[in-house]
């Protein structure tokens, strides 16, 4: 039992400090990507932590077997470096122990996975879908931020403003460009329009305007001289209309138990893929086990970049098989489990082959005397 511990401790340990750090790097490059939805106005800022946290589970489900995987090969492969390992098979310890010890927190690891997968990951989805969605009704009144040009998803309008209030209702120093080639009648390309200040009004249609006040209005061409200007005193824009949608439109926010009722063939796909991430934790466990067996002469590193090609095989495979049940290409009855098949096999064959030599070459041995 001190053994075991002592190898668990070693496992989670490395695996937790491991996958930390895949969740940094993978999470940081998902943040700048919607911190420059943010910055264009897409996005409102004050979502970005919420969108984070609930991509959290997706990002784990994917992270944790890599992890464990890794845990494996460098925890392991330090104990025999350290010669650690040959105490402990000197003392008893088999390679079919080795890897029934490790099989306790790799299953502990499968419940979260399996958690993760079924459960937390496509509420995650749906979560952030809705939020996404919320986003997109806003207007780009909502989202404006004072001292930054802020332009329209379909690049049509930029705005600018020097101040806004607190409660986002008053505007000073505002600036906006907008093409004209999008409104009936008009024969003049650039429109830009300067105000001292302006406010919002929503009238009973639920139509927006911001209201601009003291202000001038120029229209004309880039490149040529018969731009008009118009003074004004008060002088209303059209807010576009957001659109709103309660669908995240996303198979990945289905929940679990509405796939395991479905006929659809690609939910079926999304079925099978969430129920493999736990079966890939087993099997990735299973072979890594044997790899992590090094000669101390020759460092813990030498079978790691081999180790990560096959468990990116692996994952390629699976996701190749998902494409093709996703096409059509594959009945759902066959579906991804030929890829576990196949690596199981593997897998087997890396931890019993080494015995099995050491049991055949016992008895050419024997018969060698004989």
Do not use: C
Request: aromatic share 8%; hydrophobic share 45%.
């Amino acid at each position: 039992m001190i053994v075991f511990r002592y190898l668990a401790r070693e496992v989670l340990t490395t695996m937790g400090a491991v996958s930390a750090v895949l969740l940094v790097i993978i999470m940081s490059g998902r943040f700048i990507k919607y911190l420059a939805q943010a910055a264009q106005g897409i996005l409102d800022p004050g979502a970005l932590m919420m969108i984070m946290g609930y991509r959290i589970p997706g990002f784990l489900e994917l992270i944790l077997p890599l992890g464990l995987f890794l845990g494996i090969l460098l925890s392991y492969g330090r104990l025999y470096l350290e010669s650690e390992m040959t105490v402990l098979s000197a003392t008893g310890m088999s390679q079919q122990r080795l890897l029934a010890y490790t099989m306790a927190p790799a299953t502990l690891i499968a419940l979260v996975v399996a958690w993760l997968s079924l459960s937390l990951t496509p509420m995650g989805v749906q979560r952030v879908g809705e939020i996404l969605n919320q986003q997109d009704a806003l207007t780009e009144f909502d989202t404006l931020a004072p001292g930054r040009f802020q332009s329209l998803r379909d690049g049509s309008r930029v705005t600018y403003t020097e101040a806004l209030s607190n409660d986002r209702t008053q505007l000073s120093g505002v600036f906006i460009s907008e093409k004209n080639e999008a409104k009936a009648g008009s024969d003049r390309g650039i429109g830009v329009l300067i105000a001292d200040k302006g406010h919002q009004e929503i009238h009973s249609d639920g139509s927006r305007y911001l209201i601009l006040e003291n202000g001038f209005r120029y229209d004309g061409t880039p490149g040529q001289a018969d731009y008009r200007a118009v003074q004004y005193d008060t002088y209303g824009v059209l807010l576009p209309k957001p659109e709103v949608s309660t669908d995240v439109g996303a198979r990945e926010a289905i929940p679990t138990r509405a796939l395991m009722s479905s006929d659809d063939i690609r939910q079926k796909a999304e079925l099978q893929w969430r129920l493999s991430i736990p079966v890939l934790v087993f099997i990735v466990t299973l072979i890594a086990v044997p790899l992590s067996r090094v000669n101390p002469r020759q460092g813990r590193f030498l079978k790691l970049l081999p180790a990560i090609l096959l468990y990116m095989a692996y994952l390629s495979l699976l996701i190749a098989a998902r494409g093709s049940l996703d096409k059509g290409k594959l009945p759902p009855a066959i579906g991804l489990w030929p890829v576990h098949l196949l690596f199981l096999a593997l897998g087997l064959l890396l931890a019993f082959w080494e015995p099995l030599r050491l049991s055949m070459r016992r008895r050419a041995t024997e018969r060698g005397h004989e």
